[in-house]
């Protein structure tokens, strides 16, 4: 730190970090700028590193910070329908000396229940976020999902079709499979993703790996690892390891299973596609 800017700014930085639970409430980190801040969540703490002519020359940025962060939150919630508790940040001074003063949050948490639409605008007036518009945007995009795997049904019944036709269908074992799986995820609603999962497995191993099946059928990894999630690792009741869940299940989402139907499918149809 420069001596000039040691005369014109009273500390060396500023953070203010908030507390959140459930300290998975987001999947993955989150890393941004916000107000020009520097802001992580993740793993239970919102933290912003603050520069100090940022924090000395900018009225209110704790609140407003607090009022984005909220944001963040509120979005995630309508997403996943989860509670959190936010707690209303503590601000840690870091002296030029060394020396670092905490001041500690005077509200200890703050829980949020999503009964009414809301709207919040940053500093300028701009919308960052509209709970009724956010609703709007995931029924479309629930809709458009729903209509993309009616359209794979089509597709894949014509390839299913096409295959049987022939004097001597390629692979009938591993077809068998696929469509015994598939059959059965349709019939047993409880262990769906089970089955679905099977289609997988047994195109992993047809194909030696994760990486060759990709490569073969072009499938993104984070197609297949979303996949892989859900059915392996998230304590929903039609999953794959639901005995290692010692807290509460819950069923998996219309949303989720839609995704997980158009992406086994997928897979189903690609290998079809493939033996031709």
Same mark, same amino acid.
């Given at each position: 730190?420069?001596?000039?800017?040691?005369?014109?700014?009273?500390?060396?930085?500023?953070?203010?970090?908030?507390?959140?639970?459930?300290?998975?409430?987001?999947?993955?980190?989150?890393?941004?700028?916000?107000?020009?801040?520097?802001?992580?969540?993740?793993?239970?703490?919102?933290?912003?590193?603050?520069?100090?002519?940022?924090?000395?020359?900018?009225?209110?940025?704790?609140?407003?910070?607090?009022?984005?962060?909220?944001?963040?939150?509120?979005?995630?919630?309508?997403?996943?329908?989860?509670?959190?508790?936010?707690?209303?940040?503590?601000?840690?001074?870091?002296?030029?000396?060394?020396?670092?003063?905490?001041?500690?949050?005077?509200?200890?948490?703050?829980?949020?229940?999503?009964?009414?639409?809301?709207?919040?605008?940053?500093?300028?007036?701009?919308?960052?976020?509209?709970?009724?518009?956010?609703?709007?945007?995931?029924?479309?995009?629930?809709?458009?999902?729903?209509?993309?795997?009616?359209?794979?049904?089509?597709?894949?019944?014509?390839?299913? &079709? +096409?295959?049987? =036709?022939? #004097?001597? !269908?390629?692979?009938?074992?591993?077809? %068998?499979?696929?469509?015994?799986?598939? /059959?059965?995820?349709?019939?047993?609603?409880?262990?769906?993703?089970?089955?679905?999962?099977?289609?997988?497995?047994?195109?992993?191993?047809?194909?030696?790996?994760?990486?060759?099946?990709?490569?073969?059928?072009?499938?993104?990894?984070?197609?297949?690892?979303?996949?892989?999630?859900?059915?392996?690792?998230?304590?929903?009741?039609?999953?794959?390891?639901?005995?290692?869940?010692? &807290? +509460?299940?819950? =069923?998996? #989402?219309? !949303?989720?299973?839609?995704?997980?139907? %158009?992406?086994?499918?997928?897979?189903? /149809?690609?290998?079809?596609?493939?033996?031709?």
């Amino acid at each position: 730190m420069g001596t000039e800017e040691n005369k014109t700014t009273k500390n060396l930085r500023y953070e203010i970090d908030w507390q959140y639970s459930p300290a998975d409430f987001f999947p993955l980190p989150i890393s941004e700028r916000i107000l020009d801040c520097d802001v992580t969540i993740e793993s239970g703490t919102a933290l912003a590193r603050i520069e100090p002519q940022i924090y000395e020359q900018t009225f209110s940025l704790h609140n407003q910070l607090q009022r984005l962060i909220d944001a963040r939150f509120k979005v995630q919630q309508f997403r996943t329908a989860n509670k959190y508790e936010l707690d209303d940040g503590s601000l840690t001074e870091y002296h030029h000396d060394g020396r670092r003063i905490r001041h500690l949050s005077a509200t200890v948490s703050c829980k949020f229940s999503m009964s009414a639409d809301v709207t919040i605008t940053d500093a300028s007036g701009k919308t960052i976020f509209d709970s009724s518009a956010e609703r709007a945007r995931e029924r479309l995009q629930d809709e458009q999902d729903k209509i993309a795997l009616q359209q794979l049904d089509g597709q894949l019944a014509v390839a299913i &079709g +096409e295959y049987y =036709s022939k #004097t001597k !269908p390629p692979e009938p074992g591993i077809v %068998s499979s696929l469509l015994s799986s598939y /059959l059965a995820s349709c019939n047993d609603p409880d262990n769906e993703l089970v089955y679905l999962y099977e289609l997988r497995d047994a195109l992993g191993k047809r194909f030696g790996g994760e990486s060759p099946t990709r490569q073969a059928l072009g499938v993104s990894k984070a197609e297949w690892s979303n996949f892989g999630r859900l059915s392996n690792d998230e304590p929903v009741s039609q999953g794959r390891h639901r005995g290692k869940f010692s &807290g +509460e299940m819950r =069923s998996a #989402t219309e !949303p989720e299973l839609v995704e997980a139907r %158009s992406f086994a499918k997928g897979l189903l /149809l690609k290998f079809l596609l493939y033996l031709k």
